[in-house]
């Protein structure tokens, strides 16, 4: 997508989908041109709140890096179980929206070291910290699994 000059900006759990060959990203109605001067105007679900990065919360535009941050969100999610903004009031949109922007994401210490290093890079505040797109990512994750059989 990202070569394609598109956005997902909905990266999360539940739009990834698992098949016997890997995995498929699903539901494309949050995704956008990548272009420097549009900004975010939907959210999805309430529940997305925690998978999109901080900066797209204040008018930043949505960018490659925002789709590694999400990534790196939903690796959190999926090798510990839990966001990385701990339990987030669902009940109440404007709760989640100021839980993320006023805390930082904190990282299991379930994760192994390697992992937590991953997850990390991926949430990096600057996005220059960050894997430079989602290949790249893809690779870092195949090395991570093949160390972890």
Same mark, same amino acid.
């Given at each position: 997508?990202?070569?394609?000059?598109?956005?997902?900006?909905?990266?999360?759990?539940?739009?990834?989908?698992?098949?016997?060959?890997?995995?498929?990203?699903?539901?494309?109605?949050?995704? #956008?041109?990548?272009?420097?001067?549009?900004?975010?105007?939907?959210?999805?679900?309430?529940?997305?709140?925690?998978?999109?990065?901080?900066?797209?919360?204040?008018? #930043?535009?949505?960018?490659?890096?925002?789709?590694?941050?999400?990534?790196?969100?939903?690796?959190?999610?999926?090798?510990?179980?839990?966001?990385?903004?701990?339990?987030?009031?669902?009940? &109440?949109?404007?709760? =989640?929206?100021?839980?993320?922007?006023?805390?930082?994401?904190?990282?299991?210490?379930?994760?192994?070291?390697?992992?937590?290093?991953?997850?990390?890079? =991926?949430?990096?505040? &600057?996005? #220059?910290?960050?894997?430079?797109?989602?290949?790249?990512?893809?690779?870092?994750?195949?090395?991570?699994?093949?160390?972890?059989?």
């Amino acid at each position: 997508m990202h070569e394609a000059g598109l956005v997902h900006r909905s990266i999360k759990p539940a739009n990834i989908l698992l098949h016997e060959n890997g995995a498929r990203l699903a539901d494309l109605g949050l995704v #956008q041109a990548l272009m420097p001067t549009q900004t975010m105007t939907g959210l999805g679900s309430i529940g997305a709140v925690e998978y999109v990065e901080p900066a797209i919360l204040t008018g #930043q535009p949505a960018t490659r890096a925002s789709d590694v941050w999400s990534l790196g969100a939903t690796l959190h999610r999926a090798l510990a179980g839990e966001g990385v903004y701990g339990e987030m009031p669902l009940n &109440d949109p404007l709760l =989640c929206v100021r839980k993320v922007l006023s805390s930082r994401p904190k990282i299991s210490q379930e994760l192994t070291t390697e992992e937590t290093a991953l997850v990390e890079r =991926c949430l990096a505040p &600057d996005p #220059q910290d960050r894997p430079n797109d989602a290949p790249t990512l893809a690779r870092e994750l195949e090395v991570l699994a093949g160390s972890a059989a």
